[in-house]
């Protein structure tokens, strides 16, 4: 029999640990504080191990707390983070929002969300550290957290966990947003430059997933993007997909949610009270994971997706890639500071409005409908 698919049922030399925000007095007092501008550790170890499981639940009276807040984690010596993340967006909550979330590897859980749980298996050979940094300007009034991991020999082939965070407001980059070819043909892109990027590392490895954060200021679909992946130098993506929707496994524009263990749509426009529902304006948290299907690569890997078609789209996008390599990484870019990670504000009717009447003036119309256009000779078309 193959018990290679029965690891629940293997008995093994482990050693079970756990460090916690428990009350050492024995009282309810089960929470460390987190000041503004500091740092605890809330995992440490020596030797070899896996993290096996993360919980986290936080009080702070700041909005950002999700985005100002980073966790990080270092691997067998390294002085560099090897996962690096504001909190909300690593474990699956964008624009610092709270919403439930759920996946086997990252979920946020009831009470709305609040719970913040990771089962990605993190394997060390030389030591562990994971930290949470407040670099916001409020205090954490409380932070609860378990980090259950196993002191074991960790196997030469088994690799290392990376989590990286990326976000950019992204700009048109040929002249006009054409999505849906709306202003004529549409443009060619035969490369991947001014893609927006999900991860760039050198070693070898396996990609295993992304949470993907949108935020769309305009009604228009966001996601005829395609993701390209080059692996170990190619000069072209071996990987090439054709649409964002279909890299995340979902078709036809898609806006409605959708929770699969493997992929699907955690956030949709409408699910805030202020957020209003009009075509694709606002805000969308897709997500891919790869248990079955990893992207390998012996050397390198870049991962990236256009922002609409041949990147056309002006887009306030974050992300967090998740992969496993056999170093801990040493060319991730740094993180933006914590003020400017805030994400864009959401449009509202009053910022329709102040469309309609820059259109007008454009036309030179005494009123406008919407829907005119100009014709060959540029005048106005009611």
């Given at each position: 029999?193959?018990?290679?698919?029965?690891?629940?049922a293997?008995i093994?030399?482990?050693?079970?640990l756990?460090?916690?925000?428990?009350?050492?007095?024995?009282?309810?007092?089960?929470?460390?504080t987190?000041p503004?501008?500091?740092k605890?550790i809330?995992?440490e170890?020596?030797?070899?191990?896996v993290?096996?499981?993360?919980w986290?639940?936080i009080?702070c009276k700041?909005?950002?707390h999700r985005?100002d807040?980073?966790i990080r984690?270092?691997?067998?010596?390294s002085?560099?983070?090897?996962?690096?993340?504001?909190?909300?967006?690593?474990f699956?909550q964008?624009w610092?929002?709270?919403?439930l979330?759920?996946?086997?590897w990252?979920?946020?859980?009831?009470?709305g969300?609040?719970a913040?749980?990771c089962?990605?298996?993190?394997?060390?050979?030389?030591?562990?550290?994971?930290e949470?940094?407040?670099?916001?300007?409020v205090?954490v009034e409380?932070l609860?957290f378990?980090?259950?991991?196993e002191?074991?020999?960790?196997?030469?082939?088994?690799?290392?966990f990376?989590?990286?965070y990326?976000?950019?407001?992204?700009?048109?980059e040929?002249?006009?947003?054409?999505?849906?070819?709306?202003?004529?043909?549409?443009?060619?892109?035969?490369?991947?430059?001014?893609?927006?990027?999900w991860?760039?590392t050198?070693?070898?490895?396996?990609?295993?997933?992304?949470n993907f954060y949108?935020n769309n200021?305009s009604p228009?679909w966001?996601?005829?993007?395609?993701?390209?992946f080059?692996?170990?130098?190619?000069a072209?993506?071996g990987?090439?997909?054709?649409?964002?929707?279909?890299y995340?496994n979902t078709?036809?524009s898609p806006?409605e949610?959708?929770?699969?263990p493997?992929?699907?749509?955690a956030?949709?426009?409408g699910?805030?009270?202020d957020?209003?529902r009009w075509?694709?304006?606002?805000r969308?948290?897709?997500?891919r994971?790869?248990?079955?299907?990893p992207?390998?690569?012996q050397?390198n890997l870049?991962a990236?997706?256009e922002?609409?078609h041949?990147?056309?789209?002006?887009?306030?996008?974050?992300s967090?890639?998740?992969?496993?390599?056999?170093r801990?990484?040493?060319?991730?870019?740094?993180?933006?500071p914590a003020?400017e990670?805030r994400?864009?504000v959401r449009?509202?009717?009053?910022?329709?409005l102040?469309?309609r009447?820059?259109f007008?003036?454009?036309l030179g119309?005494?009123?406008?409908?919407?829907?005119?256009?100009r014709?060959?000779?540029n005048d106005?078309i009611?």
């Amino acid at each position: 029999m193959d018990w290679s698919h029965h690891d629940i049922a293997r008995i093994t030399n482990g050693r079970s640990l756990r460090t916690s925000s428990y009350d050492t007095s024995g009282g309810n007092d089960d929470y460390w504080t987190l000041p503004a501008g500091e740092k605890v550790i809330i995992m440490e170890a020596t030797g070899s191990g896996v993290v096996q499981h993360i919980w986290i639940t936080i009080a702070c009276k700041s909005e950002w707390h999700r985005k100002d807040i980073l966790i990080r984690a270092y691997w067998d010596g390294s002085d560099k983070p090897s996962v690096e993340a504001p909190i909300g967006d690593f474990f699956g909550q964008g624009w610092g929002e709270t919403y439930l979330f759920s996946s086997p590897w990252l979920a946020a859980a009831p009470r709305g969300g609040k719970a913040l749980v990771c089962y990605f298996p993190m394997p060390y050979r030389k030591g562990a550290k994971i930290e949470l940094v407040n670099q916001g300007n409020v205090d954490v009034e409380r932070l609860y957290f378990y980090v259950d991991y196993e002191a074991t020999e960790v196997p030469h082939d088994i690799g290392l966990f990376h989590a990286w965070y990326n976000q950019e407001l992204t700009t048109c980059e040929v002249g006009r947003e054409n999505e849906w070819a709306t202003f004529g043909p549409y443009e060619k892109h035969p490369t991947n430059d001014g893609n927006y990027l999900w991860v760039a590392t050198e070693g070898k490895g396996h990609f295993v997933g992304v949470n993907f954060y949108i935020n769309n200021s305009s009604p228009m679909w966001y996601g005829e993007g395609d993701d390209m992946f080059l692996i170990d130098g190619e000069a072209w993506p071996g990987l090439h997909g054709t649409g964002t929707e279909d890299y995340f496994n979902t078709a036809w524009s898609p806006d409605e949610l959708f929770d699969h263990p493997h992929f699907g749509i955690a956030y949709a426009p409408g699910m805030g009270n202020d957020d209003p529902r009009w075509g694709w304006l606002g805000r969308h948290h897709v997500y891919r994971f790869h248990p079955t299907d990893p992207i390998r690569f012996q050397f390198n890997l870049h991962a990236s997706i256009e922002h609409g078609h041949a990147n056309c789209l002006n887009l306030d996008l974050a992300s967090v890639a998740y992969w496993y390599q056999d170093r801990p990484s040493q060319v991730l870019p740094g993180m933006p500071p914590a003020a400017e990670r805030r994400p864009q504000v959401r449009p509202t009717p009053n910022d329709v409005l102040r469309w309609r009447e820059s259109f007008r003036k454009d036309l030179g119309l005494d009123h406008v409908w919407g829907t005119e256009r100009r014709n060959p000779d540029n005048d106005p078309i009611i």
